[in-house]
């Protein structure tokens, strides 16, 4: 197990290594802009999120999150704590303990199924999973009191709202590469990124923005 956790923490100094060297130009502080509107638009509308197919997210669909830096994976719903209901939520490395496929996701709103999802506006993430009636309502996403992205969430809880904030990296020919946030109502978003916990690969809050994890979305 210490060997193990010694290459999961290399894979991690590896990926922000990586992460440094592909940023050009993000910083937290850079504005997102907007499209621009005539005097006789009321409402400014936010620029969509897009798949790496050049395509708008759409609410109800269902996506692969890939972290796509060099060691990094997409993310998955695992078991690790022999639970009635499995609520972690792992992303996979380049160790053959943690390769396989990832597990489909949902982005969704308590209505709006259909629309499109836009920079920074809210989203609950749902895992789209084979589960038993025991389970069924755990596979929102949430935030725990140790910071560590778990399932348990609601929809329509307003500590269980993420979303979603473009950056400028481009990562091999993988471009529309964006970072999530925890954004629970009346308090600051945290930025996403990764968690060694007792040796499995979490998606967990950062408090150095600096240290977010990128994530692409692929149609499932």
Known sequence: MKSISNIL???LFSSTLSLVAFAQSFTSENP???PTTSHDDDNLVLPEIYDQDGDPLRIGERYIINNPLLGGGSVYLDNIGNLKCPNAVLQ???VPKFLGEGTPVMFVRKSDYGGVVRVMTVVYIKFFVKT???CVNET???VNDEGLVVTGGNVGNENDIFKIMPTDLVIGDMKNVYKLLHCPSHLECKTIGGNFKNGYPHLATVD???N???FVFIKA
């Open 208 to 210: 150095d923005d600096k």
């Open 32 to 34: 997102i802009v907007l």
């Open 132 to 134: 038993t009636r025991l």
């Open 92 to 94: 996979h490395v380049s």
């Open 9 to 11: 923490s290399f894979l």
């Open 212 to 214: 977010f994890t990128p």
């Open 140 to 142: 929102v996403w949430k």
